[in-house]
């Protein structure tokens, strides 16, 4: 016998929400997850009238429902924000290039302004290149810092006032685990929170609408919907550290469906004794970025890329920084530990 929906009690259920167990139909579902997206916008006073906003888009599942949904939202609500794309090339074949179709067609359905900044332009390397000269144990290092960096200058080009990304409850448990994990205290501290103010000049402040949204019900969204997105998984990303951590939380959830909630909600509220050591945060003496040595990572990165030094910026070489600011030559002991690749 069909299952009715548990919310209308007239039309047939379609599926039962991972979130809550409740038995939806179709037009139930959408509404509902349109509403708790809206919640947590009004509730975290994400966005004010008149803000331009720039939507982090790569063409995948989160960020195509966030286009979709702060579309929608924005005009059922009249939030008053003027909404544009943002999107990252990182330079990886067979996969970004496929992607940035995707963005390309979101831009026509959604009649939304786009921006493409490429990794090759900002810091004259492709992930290819990258890939070639580290290798595929430590390469989402560097796509991940250099993707951050290029984010803020796309939406610095755009003269936008907020960049909203579509990291979702699954992605903050995860990153809660992996702090928890290394022990990184100062970015589990700040690693839940749903918006970030501007943290110096050159950052532009960032939001996360999709952060109560489990990842399951964004695929069922986008699958219902009928969305465009591209769902193949990054080609270098297998080894990523991210990746333990992830099947560590879905091994949870399948145990029990809260546990996402329940991490998340568990690193809001840890707090640091008194008289723990914390970063300092300061401006990059290269490039003006943030960071808490004297250069941030992503010019150490650069650098050790430019000199032939792939282990440069992998673990702690913070007493190499004078050094590079100063052009001062290495030792040869240093540059032949520093080239190695055996990371």
Known sequence: MPVLCSN???KRAVLKRPKTGHSLCKECFFWAFEEE?????????????GEIVGIAASGGKDSTVLAH????????????LELMLLSVDEGISGYRDDS???????????????????????????????????????NCTFCGVFRRQALDRGAIMLKVDKICTGHNAD???ETVLMNVLRGDIAR????????????????????????YAYEKE???YAYFKKLDYFSTECIYSPNAYRGHARTFLKDLESVRPSSIMDIMHSGENLSVREGVKMPVQGTCNRCGYISSQALCKSCVLLEGLNRGLPKLGIGKHHRLH??????????????????????
């Open 37 to 49: 997206v809206h919640q947590t916008i009004v509730a975290a006073q994400l966005f004010n009238p």
């Open 218 to 220: 964004i695929v069922l």
């Open 100 to 138: 940035l179709e995707t963005v390309k067609r979101n831009q026509q359905q959604y009649e939304l302004p786009l921006k493409i900044v490429s990794y090759e332009e900002l810091y004259g390397w492709t992930m290819d290149a990258i890939v070639k000269q580290v290798g595929l144990k430590n």
């Open 322 to 343: 004078d050094k590079i600011l100063s052009q001062q030559p290495l030792t040869e002991k240093e540059e032949r530990k520093l080239k190695s690749t055996d990371f």
């Open 171 to 173: 992605d903050v448990a």
């Open 8 to 10: 209308c009690v007239d």
């Open 188 to 211: 589990l501290r700040r690693c839940t929170a749903i918006s970030t103010a501007s943290e110096g000049e050159g950052v532009v402040p960032r939001c996360k609408p999709l952060k």
């Open 69 to 80: 949904i702060m579309k929608l939202l924005n005009e059922r609500y009249n939030y008053g």
